[in-house]
């Protein structure tokens, strides 16, 4: 199993910033791709950012230049930092971790979802 704790999150003015973070815990040999989605209300959840283990990134186009997603492997977090916010990143933002188990084979795990509020 995968425990997934996220922090961070809250209310903003546009043209903010914020950082969300996520650590991964629990039993798993590894931890493959990291990544951050969002649902906004009345909306389908969407993908934000990925990063593999080798630290190649992924970006919803509606984000490049303003968000960034990294990972400490040591501490098996992700990071996503958001600069120049706007009213539309308003939505809760999910954690999504994909981990190895020694014998279940690919475990993929969500975290609570931390909302994140962006006012204009």
């Known amino acids: 199993q995968v425990q997934l704790v996220e922090s961070g999150g809250g209310l903003v003015q546009a043209g903010g910033s914020l950082g969300l973070s996520c650590a991964a815990s629990?039993?798993?040999?590894?931890?493959?791709?990291m990544g951050w989605y969002r649902q906004a209300p009345g909306k389908q959840r969407e993908l934000v950012a990925t990063?593999?283990?080798?630290?190649?990134?992924n970006y919803a186009d509606s984000v490049k230049g303003r968000f960034t997603i990294s990972r400490d492997n040591a501490k098996n977090t992700v990071y996503l930092q958001m600069n120049n916010l706007k009213p539309e990143d308003t939505a809760v933002y999910y954690c999504?971790?994909?981990?190895?188990?020694?014998?279940?084979?690919?475990?993929?795990?969500w975290g609570q979802g931390t909302l994140v509020t962006i006012s204009s």
């Open positions: 999504n971790v994909q981990a190895r188990h020694w014998y279940k084979g690919t475990l993929d795990a």
């Open positions: 629990g039993s798993f040999s590894s931890i493959r791709a």
């Open positions: 990063v593999t283990s080798g630290g190649s990134t």
